[in-house]
């Protein structure tokens, strides 16, 4: 009884709070490490708040209101979202690992969850209106990412506003508790359309100073939670998500807004070592795309970063290219891909991108003629090897050289073999000047996203190259420019 007086208070409370003003509640952001900054950067511009980068590298939080919610679903720089339900920031862990879980078992009832659960049924009706599925990890699909390109911009903003106006109607006509969370706990038979709530609670545990495991915390914490709400557990196909995010001493409780990470939203064909769509978007704010830029991506593997560029950033054009035919493939029917989707949306399905199958250290492009090249360098791990790297890595760099804009040209390079990287850029002859390193995890390596600038010197083989060849200077045969 005393359980579903709690449910039952919490519920009138959602009703006050969605019938009342509009609240303000703390969003967290997972982001890809090293571009935390960058996801700011994006939060003030695109929401117009402030954001807290965590002490737990990858992560930021940011307050907003519920009549902006549908403003988080158009950042880029963002893998998944959830609501914060309560943060401590030095939470006093107990020596003993039975009076932890303990502890952590009586934290669950002693929470206010009236906010964060409100905020889900909220954010759960803005995916129902703009065309989501629901119901957990078993019926994911891909968010859509139209929102970037201007005029799609525009569709995707207006069906969220259009979601939250439905969503806050819907709620305020409602005058009795949510079923989802009341009506399977009172004595009556449940009305029909009254649905089980399915939950699961997820631990992300980081420091070793700590005398549970990530399982363990999860499991007690989980089973609190299912006896203070009386929700049905389920792995696979839940409605809630309960986040519980541990990093030394800090502890945040949150529920997840996402269901699948929004890094996947432009890609459906993959391959062996697809970039994720939100670490390409931090990629190309670093370079700073311009109106008219040509932007080169050399080894594009399946397309990821000049597909973000072209949707975000579309006053460039981008050339995509690679030496391998399946790549090639992969970019070419991620690209078809992402055209039919927006045309079914409406939204013009052009998008500046073509491709290209090359040889990167032979570039059919003229000289001086490139603004940006931003690409992914093989690791030598999945693709390539290390060795193979001393010898591709000056010889695509002096290729790059030659085919970007002297004293303005910028590259964006990401790459995990950082000393084959330093001792290829130290041999160019000042052709390149190191701006900016930013250390990221790839798939659990360590690597680092080097912004580079384009110096006026000139490299040595223009210097004793055929002067008749408009496309490439290391050429030696004579050609016809028509």
Not at 24 to 37: K, M
Not at 293 to 305: E, R, V
């Amino acid at each position: 009884y005393l359980n579903m007086a709690k449910i039952c208070s919490i519920n009138s409370s959602n009703n006050d709070a969605t019938t009342g003003d509009i609240i303000t509640v703390t969003i967290g952001a997972t982001v890809p490490t090293g571009f935390e900054h960058t996801a700011a950067e994006e939060i003030k511009e695109k929401i117009g708040v402030d954001a807290r980068i965590s002490k737990d590298r990858g992560r930021v939080y940011f307050p907003i209101t519920t009549d902006k919610l549908f403003q988080v679903h158009l950042l880029r720089s963002v893998d998944n979202l959830f609501v914060v339900v309560e943060e401590y920031d030095h939470y006093q862990f107990k020596e003993s690992k039975e009076e932890t879980l303990m502890e952590l078992q009586q934290l669950a009832s002693k929470l206010s969850w009236t906010n964060a659960l409100e905020v889900w049924k909220l954010n759960r009706t803005l995916k129902k209106k703009k065309g989501y599925r629901k119901g957990g990890n078993g019926n994911k699909v891909k968010p859509t990412s139209e929102a970037t390109d201007a005029a799609a911009a525009d569709t995707e903003q207006q069906e969220l506003l259009q979601g939250a106006s439905a969503a806050e109607s819907q709620t305020k006509a409602e005058s009795t508790p949510d079923v989802d969370s009341s009506a399977q706990d009172s004595g009556e038979a449940a009305p029909p359309e009254a649905k089980l709530i399915k939950f699961r609670v997820t631990c992300n545990r980081a420091g070793d100073k700590h005398s549970f495991s990530s399982n363990e915390a999860a499991r007690d914490f989980g089973g609190a939670v299912q006896e203070f709400f009386q929700w049905k557990a389920d792995m696979t196909k839940f409605d809630v998500e309960v986040l519980l995010n541990i990093h030394n001493e800090e502890v945040i409780i949150g529920i997840a807004l996402t269901e699948e990470s929004l890094h996947r939203r432009n890609i459906s064909h993959f391959g062996p070592t697809t970039l994720r769509s939100t670490l390409c978007y931090g990629m190309l704010r670093l370079c700073k795309p311009q109106v008219s830029d040509i932007i080169l991506d050399p080894m594009c593997g399946t397309g990821a970063i000049p597909l973000e560029g072209a949707i975000e950033f579309n006053s460039s054009f981008y050339i995509a290219g690679d030496n391998y035919d399946m790549a090639v493939n992969r970019t070419v029917n991620n690209i078809c891909h992402i055209q039919k989707r927006r045309a079914e949306k409406g939204s013009a399905s052009g998008l500046p991108i073509d491709t290209v199958r090359w040889d990167l250290c032979n570039l059919p492009v003229r000289t001086s003629s490139v603004d940006i090249i931003i690409t992914d360098m093989p690791f030598g791990k999945r693709m390539g090897s290390k060795k193979k790297n001393w010898d591709l890595y000056p010889s695509c760099l002096r290729e790059m050289a030659r085919v970007c804009r002297p004293g303005s040209g910028k590259a964006v390079l990401l790459t995990q073999d950082k000393k084959c990287f330093s001792k290829a850029i130290s041999r160019m002859g000042g052709l390149w000047k190191k701006l900016l390193t930013v250390w990221v995890n790839v798939g659990g390596l360590h690597a680092g996203v080097y912004l580079l600038k384009r110096t006026g010197a000139t490299p040595a083989s223009l210097q004793t190259s055929n002067p008749l060849c408009p496309l490439n200077s290391n050429c030696s045969l004579p050609c016809v420019l028509i």
